[in-house]
């Protein structure tokens, strides 16, 4: 079977893998479609993510869909021949933050395609993979495996929003329309935001966040354009840059919360800690997921036009096409991997 895996920073290899025998309480999936990530790209660029180094080898991929092919011994879940989605995370269930409900904080997770431990934990981007059973997730009536490649991303956007309270009624601003941040505004709509402004530098990516429900689309480059809001209510930073985080501590309200979602360069980055005291914000982080996963498929299943953010579908074969067209904001939204059937 194939397999995209990453050596070091920008060596990204389509190989030729054995097929994985499901170990017990392990379920194996034929993959269909894997969505190119953020995460995915800094580790064909830059040898790692954040603090997260490459060391080893590694199978890229965390946002996976397929079909069950059979289980390991004591493992039960889905029948064979069922379209899933996989969540991507096995918390340790001891931890403090697991045990305060807080698993997506655990301590000692496991996520698939990351080298935030070591022997890193391999990820989904292969013909078959072996996971959990437990972490299968049937796909709801209607929703085919193509929008539900978006499920994980959907589930980051989700948990920010919550992160954020209650957005009823609020304007919400969101600074980077990439995958997640037009995915964050998606959320913010289902969750009863009255108005969401997007900001960014790219005219394409701009042109996304409109198709999935932003009111309001800014260049981030322009501070003449007219869009610029005088404050808003909540703000989801959803570029990983500082400029981005800066922008939403000047226009959030007093009182108001920024949730800061994009993952900032690693090492110390500036930011107006001033505007935090002296304006009472609160400032959150927010990271990965937990049970929003669940809700993710359901809210794919009931919003067809998430559809348009998959803007390209690849073959394995073609992965490096496939991470330079992703990696090209100008081009893209989301670029999926096609496993075949």
Request: glycine residues 14%.
């Amino acid at each position: 079977m194939l397999g995209c895996v990453i050596r070091g920073q920008g060596d990204l290899r389509v190989e030729e893998l054995p097929v994985p025998e499901p170990a017990p309480g392990q379920a194996l999936v034929a993959v269909r479609y894997g969505g190119v990530c953020g995460s995915d790209l800094h580790y064909w660029r830059h040898g790692g993510v954040g603090d997260f180094r490459l060391r080893e080898p590694m199978l890229l991929g965390h946002e996976v869909v397929g079909t069950v092919v059979s289980y390991g011994a004591g493992a039960r879940g889905p029948a064979p021949g069922t379209p899933v989605a996989v969540h991507p995370a096995t918390p340790c269930g001891v931890c403090p933050e697991c045990a305060g409900g807080r698993r997506n904080v655990c301590r000692d997770t496991r996520y698939l395609g990351s080298a935030a431990r070591f022997p890193h934990v391999q990820g989904g981007f292969a013909a078959r993979v072996a996971v959990p059973a437990e972490q299968l997730r049937p796909l709801p009536d209607g929703l085919g495996l193509r929008r539900a490649a978006l499920a994980e991303p959907l589930s980051v956007a989700l948990h920010a929003v919550r992160r954020a309270g209650d957005v009823t009624g609020r304007h919400v601003l969101v600074t980077g329309a990439g995958p997640i941040g037009c995915l964050v505004v998606a959320a913010a709509r289902a969750a009863g935001a009255a108005r969401v402004t997007v900001t960014d530098l790219l005219p394409r990516a701009l042109e996304y966040a409109s198709a999935v429900g932003a009111g309001t689309v800014v260049r981030a480059d322009d501070p003449e354009d007219a869009g610029w809001p005088q404050e808003v209510d909540v703000a989801v930073e959803a570029s990983g840059v500082a400029a981005g985080l800066g922008a939403c501590l000047r226009l959030v309200r007093r009182g108001g919360t920024v949730v800061q979602l994009g993952m900032l360069p690693p090492g110390q980055v500036p930011f107006a800690g001033n505007l935090v005291v002296s304006r009472e914000i609160e400032l959150r982080g927010a990271f990965r997921f937990d049970t929003e996963f669940d809700d993710a498929l359901r809210l794919l299943a009931a919003e067809p036009a998430l559809d348009a953010l998959v803007s390209a579908v690849v073959p394995v074969r073609e992965a490096e096409s496939a991470f330079a067209l992703a990696a090209d904001r100008g081009r893209s939204c989301k670029v999926l991997l096609d496993f075949g059937g």
